[in-house]
């Protein structure tokens, strides 16, 4: 009797990991047909995840398909975003994530961290060559066609946005703002690739000491420039294409820990600048901000890895005149604040130095009301507030359009007059534009934001053809070292061209 029930049980086990595993083959077979075979970015990891492989009898016999495979599933599989998080907050409680140097400087108090590794240097691809004029002393090719705006429905009342924690009383503003016609751009000479040195760099100055915090080289950023050339060709007559590269806090605070501090400065953009069509400007963040940094200005978050809104400001304002657009003062915009506000450095690090002296989050609106669609699809949109009070609570800074996401973000003002044309402008960014689209819902009718890394050809299509089709008139792009240096976001506006 007792040997018939061990013969019973040991057969229902048997059955159950059969079962067991016929269950995971089934899972990991669905998953492995559900997933897209196209690339997919990681924001929490910064990189692009591995493609599911194509199976033929080649790839199959001599292993790749196989390997492949592993990667792809190892990338892949359900939850993992939940089980990096879960591993980060591990370390969190354990506070096995540190920074011990800390700095007091001026009226703030600036955490100085180790600077992160270099990203190392990846080929790029090229943008379609019928789009990428070559640099010349003479002005860039440009569409004489007028683009056609996307219609937009009407009656959208703008989004009522609630202040968080402490609030600020908004400052009267004027009732009307300049804003002067852009000018003709002059020509930029012709210069030689030879004159410039082989490698560029990103410098922290102490005294008349350089320490290169970042080095790209020439002949590679000059391949980049191809795609700074295709977006600029597509604007209409007088229309500009803009970029900058804003340092992250943690190396930009480490100019305060010097005993002489002078500032940043980049040879980078200076480059980028000589070399591309005249109707394309590139401005050194690292060099508008230098002053005001060594000022004690709050430029630059203590705690997070961004830069301020105010220290946003600064740039915006200088890189919307390049396209004969001005902003009024920064206190004329209407502000909320949250403090204490705790931001990335800290939450991946739990310092109690940093928790001692907290941040403050400058939370702007335009000054206008405006509606927020983003964009699924060309045909297909959710309305969503400017300023998102439920937004991620581990990253207070994207209460601004709720963060980095969606394929099309499109800010419009709302109290135009109707049926007047709608001077459109394309924001190319990260999340450290997220603070920038005040400004430039500020100065334009409508303002797109487009992050690459979001985006999804296969559902909107070429941005190219959403640039003609939308009317956009003048593109800025704006992003954080870590992505303008780093391969994946470059690529995938390449890819998304």
Not at 59 to 72: I, N, W
Not at 73 to 82: E, H, Q, V
Not at 359 to 378: F, M
């Amino acid at each position: 009797m007792a040997k018939r029930r061990k013969k019973r049980r040991n057969r229902v086990l048997c059955f159950a990991a059969w079962g067991a595993l016929a269950a995971l083959l089934l899972i990991g077979g669905w998953e492995l047909l559900l997933v897209p075979r196209g690339p997919a970015f990681s924001a929490q990891e910064n990189r692009m995840l591995a493609e599911r492989p194509a199976l033929s009898l080649r790839t199959f016999f001599d292993g790749s398909f196989a390997d492949g495979l592993e990667t792809f599933l190892s990338d892949r599989f359900p939850g993992r975003a939940g089980i990096i998080d879960f591993d980060r907050d591990i370390k969190q409680v354990g506070s096995f994530a540190t920074w011990e140097e800390y700095a007091r400087v001026a009226e703030s108090n600036v955490a100085i961290m180790a600077e992160p590794e270099e990203v190392a240097e990846e080929p790029v691809v090229t943008p379609r060559p019928t789009r990428t004029p070559a640099p010349t002393s003479e002005p860039a090719a440009e569409p004489t066609a007028e683009p056609t705006a996307a219609p937009t429905p009407d009656g959208f009342q703008g989004a009522e946005e609630t202040p968080l924690r402490e609030t600020a009383a908004p400052t009267p503003v004027p009732t009307e703002i300049p804003m002067p016609t852009a000018t003709a751009r002059p020509t930029k000479a012709p210069v030689e690739l030879s004159s410039f040195p082989r490698e560029l760099h990103f410098y922290l100055l102490d005294g008349e000491t350089k320490s290169s915090a970042q080095v790209q080289s020439r002949n590679a950023l000059y391949t980049e420039t191809n795609l700074f050339n295709a977006y600029a060709s597509l604007l209409p007559e007088g229309g500009v294409f803009v970029m900058t590269i804003v340092p992250n806090s943690m190396r930009a605070s480490r100019v305060l820990s010097y005993t002489d501090p002078r500032g940043m400065t980049s040879e980078i953009e200076p480059f980028i600048h000589a070399v591309t069509a005249d109707n394309v400007t590139a401005l050194s963040t690292a060099d508008l901000l230098s002053e005001p940094l060594i000022r004690g200005e709050y430029v630059f978050f203590r705690t997070d890895m961004h830069w301020t809104p105010y220290g946003a400001y600064l740039v915006i304002s200088r890189m919307l005149q390049e396209a004969g657009e001005t902003l009024p003062p920064y206190e004329a915009f209407p502000k909320t604040q949250e403090h204490p506000f705790l931001g990335t450095l800290y939450r991946d690090s739990h310092s109690k130095q940093m928790e001692e002296n907290p941040d403050t989050l400058d939370i702007l609106t335009p000054t206008h009301p405006v509606r927020v669609r983003r964009y699924s699809t060309p045909e297909k949109f959710e309305e969503v507030p400017f300023i998102d009070p439920d937004a991620n609570p581990r990253d207070r800074y994207t209460v601004y359009l709720g963060g980095p996401k969606g394929n099309w973000t499109v800010i419009e003002r709302t109290d135009r007059e109707e049926g007047a044309p709608l001077k459109t402008c394309l924001v190319i960014s990260d999340s450290y534009g997220l603070c920038t689209m005040p400004f430039f819902a500020q100065a334009y009718d409508r303002a797109i934001l487009y992050d690459p890394r979001y985006y999804e050809k296969g559902a909107m299509g070429s941005v190219a053809d959403l640039i003609e089709s939308w009317g956009v008139e003048d593109i800025f792009m704006v992003a954080g070292e870590g992505n303008i240096y780093g391969y994946p976001f470059y690529s995938l506006c390449n890819r998304q061209f």
